[in-house]
C-alpha cells in the first residue's frame, strides 16, 4: 500500500516562558510512516507526546526539526513541517482529516448541518450531505428528536458522537483520532470501532491515540510507541 504520511525525525520542545524561557524536550528523533489502509495508534505513557504529534501533524503545533511530508489526493507532497498556514488549511480541506472527543458547537447550527459541513465544504450538494449526515447519527445512536437541534446544550456523550459523525463524514485520505471514544458506552464504542474498519476498507491512512485498550485491540495495524522517541532520556531504549 503507497504511503500517505511520512514522519521522519521530528523533534519538539516547549518554551515556558512564565518560566524564564525554559526548553522542556518533549520528543526527538520521531520517524514513522503511515500507509493506505492501516491505522497506527501512538502508544506509551501519559506525558510522553503522543498528542503532541497528532498535533503536529495537524499543523497546530510548530515542529522543531525534522519533516512531516503529506500525500495530496493529487500525489503530490507537502511537508507540514515547514507549511505556511494557508496551505496547511488547503491540506485539511484535501488530505488530513481529525476527529477529536470535543465539538466546537457553533450556536444556532442544527446537528445533522454540523455534521453535514465538511462534506459542502468540499462542494458536495447539500441534500447528499444531508442525507450522508442522516445516515451517520443514526449509526451513532443519536435520537431523531436531537437532529434539527443545536448540539450545545446536548449531553458530553451525544456532543461527542456528533463530532465523530463530522469527522468520518468526509472521505480525507488521512485521518487523525484523538481519543475519539473516550467515554463513549460500549455500544457507541463498537459503533466508531466498525466505522473505523469501514475506512480501513475504503483504503484511508489512520494515526490515532486510544487510552482503551480492547479499541486498540480492535483497531490497530501497528502500535508506535513514543517511549522510543522521547527528548528527556528517560524511557529512551
Ligand atoms: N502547549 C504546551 N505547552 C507546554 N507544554 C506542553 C504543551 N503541550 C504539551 N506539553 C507538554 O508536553 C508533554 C507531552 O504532552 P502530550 O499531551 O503530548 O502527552 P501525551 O502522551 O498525549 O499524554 P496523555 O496520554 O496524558 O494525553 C507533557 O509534559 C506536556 O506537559
Known amino acids: 500500500m503507497p504511503a500517505r504520511l511520512i514522519v521522519s525525525g521530528v523533534s519538539k520542545s516547549f518554551v515556558m516562558h512564565l518560566r524564564g524561557g525554559v526548553q522542556i524536550p518533549v520528543i526527538s528523533g520521531v520517524s514513522f510512516s503511515l500507509d493506505a489502509g492501516e491505522c497506527v495508534v501512538l502508544g506509551g505513557p501519559s506525558g510522553i507526546g503522543k498528542s503532541s504529534i497528532l498535533k503536529m501533524v495537524y499543523g ?9 511530508i503529506a500525500v495530496r489526493p493529487d500525489g503530490k507532497m507537502t511537508d507540514i513541517a515547514s507549511a505556511n498556514a494557508r496551505t496547511i488549511h488547503a491540506l485539511r480541506r484535501s488530505t488530513i482529516g481529525y ?4 465539538l466546537r458547537a457553533v450556536p444556532r ?7 453535514a459541513e465538511p462534506l459542502a465544504g468540499q462542494g458536495i ?19 431523531k428528536a436531537l437532529w434539527d437541534l443545536p448540539p450545545a446544550t446536548f449531553s458530553g456523550g451525544e456532543q461527542q458522537r456528533v463530532n465523530i459523525a463530522r469527522g468520518f463524514i468526509t472521505s480525507h485520505p488521512v485521518l487523525l483520532l484523538d481519543e ?9 464504542r463498537q459503533v466508531v470501532v466498525d466505522l473505523i474498519r469501514d ?13 482503551d485498550q480492547d479499541v486498540r485491540d480492535a483497531v490497530a ?5 513514543v517511549a522510543r522517541f522521547s527528548g528527556r532520556g528517560e524511557a529512551a531504549a
Open 221 to 225: 495495524d501497528r502500535i508506535v510507541d
Open 125 to 143: 450538494a447539500r441534500e447528499e450531505a444531508l442525507g450522508r449526515a442522516e445516515e451517520l447519527l443514526e449509526k451513532l445512536n443519536l435520537p
Open 60 to 68: 497546530n503545533y510548530g515542529v522543531d526539526s525534522g519533516q512531516i
Open 199 to 211: 475506512k480501513k476498507a475504503a483504503g484511508t491512512a489512520m494515526l490515532g491515540i486510544f487510552h
Open 99 to 102: 476527529v477529536s472527543q470535543f
Open 109 to 115: 447550527v442544527s446537528a445533522r448541518d454540523v455534521v
Open 180 to 188: 475519539p471514544t473516550a467515554s463513549l458506552d460500549a455500544q457507541n
